[in-house]
């Protein structure tokens, strides 16, 4: 069994210290075995141009940020996911980390950039892939990825177990898909959302928290508040994902057609 959950906060934008504190605060005396953050959870989201988001972003392999997190995995012997503002040289990515006591074990960079995110990040370059921590499937997507289906697809046929999802939110839709994906595929998710608003002199976006955790039949096991904080942590058995039967005679992966898919694989129209 396994102690998965999610810590939903406020970030505050361009404080990365500040929020890297609030974390370290709310998860240093939790049990548990995998916790995820959300999406870009230390830098904040409604970047002014390119410019801030490179200023803002960190190198993972020489990141404060990183060194005081895999010290918390330590301390509490579990695994993070967390969104994570990536640069790379002049390369700006909106990614997520998968981070143990050891350190980070593997990064994430979002393919499907949602609306401005276009003028401040790279997209993604980075194929999709599942980590195997202690014999369970750790896959990670980053909040709009949601929207395209092939995503949590393809991290199922990887072998994920569970789907780790920092996010943050604008739009009403995800929460309810999610129940689907998870039933499509049989994985489970944890959606980790933020609340509360960025306001910027350029505009302001709120975020619509209600994170959650949704179980391989599309069973919603805990739906969160949409304006309040929130760590909550609940016991999995992960191998329930391993069973892809839905009848007898159907099973959610061997019945499928791709001989028959082959627009999927072409390029954009
Ligand atoms: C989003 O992808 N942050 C909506």
Redesign the pocket.
Known sequence: MWKVGYFQFRPLFGKVERNVERVVHALREVEADLLVLP?LAFTGYYFQNRQEALALAEDPDDSPTVQILTALCKGGNFHLVTGFAERRGDQCYNSALLIGPEGVIHIYRKLHL?HE?KHWFDPGDLPPAVTRINGVGIGMMV??DWIFPETMRTLTLLGADIVCHP?????SYCQQTMISRCLENGVFAITANRIGTDTRAHGRIRFTGKSQIVAPKGVLLHRGPSRKEELYITTIDPREARDKQITSLNHLLRDRRPEFYGPLMAKNP
């Not at 996010?167 to 739009?171: D, E």
Request: charged letters at 20%; hydrophobic letters at 50%; glycine letters at 0%.
């Open positions: 999406e949602f995110e909040c709009f996010s943050n939110l604008v739009l």
